[in-house]
């Protein structure tokens, strides 16, 4: 079953668009798996379904939401800044947390503008904004740029807790490169590489992916985890 709930975002004074994926109800001894969608996509996206449907084969919920300036969101791409984006990830953390108790999993989807901007980059900075996504169905300012810049991860990643990255190859939006040079001297990272996938997988490679991830979270409710 899946249903469409609000949480409220204490930041930004705002709800936040999300959306449950769960059998019954919800057990609090089960970890709950948070998704955060790619650019330009959202909370109910055909990859989100099935590696949700994947995980409640093992009795894992998840929950998913959307980004500002995405699909059913109050706020626009106006908002869509680095620190509004770890204000809506924190918020629904503690609403996990608050709600059911459980322990959590988050799955970060890559957010690349340059190769997904419909109009040349040089456009994009004169004009200021830029159509961006598949059929460029957003308008992004290039303050998101600016914002992705100034931000800069290569230096600024601070994060300590265990990551696990599952990359395909032929990634053409994320190249596999820029993670190899992100995740250097970070051994919290660990990344596990797939020959020939790309960045856009077929199902039968979102479900590969997702086994993979399964089995090297150890879920242990899940059939191909015995």
Same mark, same amino acid.
């Given at each position: ?7 409220? !975002? ?14 019954? =109800? ?8 948070? $998704? ?8 109910? %996206?055909?990859? *989100? ?5 994947? =995980? ?10 959307? $980004?500002?300036?995405? *699909? ?10 680095? +620190? ?15 709600? #059911? ?5 988050? %799955?970060? #989807?890559?957010? =690349? ?5 419909? +109009?040349?980059? /040089?456009? #994009? ?8 996504? @598949? ?5 992004? &300012?290039?303050? $998101? ?29 994320? &190249?596999?490169?820029?993670? #190899? ?8 990272? /660990?990344?596990?590489?797939?020959? !020939?996938?790309?960045? @856009?997988?077929? &199902? ?23």
């Amino acid at each position: 079953m899946e249903k469409n709930i609000e949480i409220y !975002n204490k930041k930004e004074n705002c709800n936040i668009k999300a959306k449950v994926f769960f059998k019954d =109800l919800i057990n609090k001894s089960n970890s709950i798996f948070i $998704f955060c969608h790619g650019f330009c996509s959202g909370k109910g %996206s055909d990859s *989100i379904r099935i590696v949700a449907n994947m =995980l409640l084969e093992c009795e894992i919920p998840s929950i998913s939401f959307d $980004f500002p300036g995405h *699909i059913d969101s109050i706020q626009g791409t106006d908002k869509l800044k680095v +620190d509004v984006c770890i204000s809506y990830i924190n918020s629904v953390v503690e609403y996990v947390k608050e709600e #059911y108790g459980n322990s959590i999993k988050i %799955s970060f #989807y890559a957010i =690349l503008v340059k190769s997904l901007l419909k +109009d040349s980059f /040089e456009q #994009y900075k004169r004009i200021g904004k830029a159509k961006a996504g @598949h059929g460029g169905k957003i308008e992004i &300012p290039y303050a $998101f740029y600016e914002d992705l810049v100034s931000h800069n991860l290569y230096d600024n990643y601070k994060e300590k807790r265990k990551i696990l990255i599952i990359q395909g190859s032929l990634d053409d939006t994320a &190249p596999i490169e820029d993670t #190899y040079t992100f995740i250097q001297n970070k051994p919290e990272i /660990e990344l596990i590489e797939i020959n !020939n996938i790309k960045h @856009h997988m077929e &199902p039968e490679e979102i479900s590969l992916i997702t086994e993979i991830m399964i089995k090297k979270l150890d879920f242990k409710m899940c059939q191909w985890c015995e």
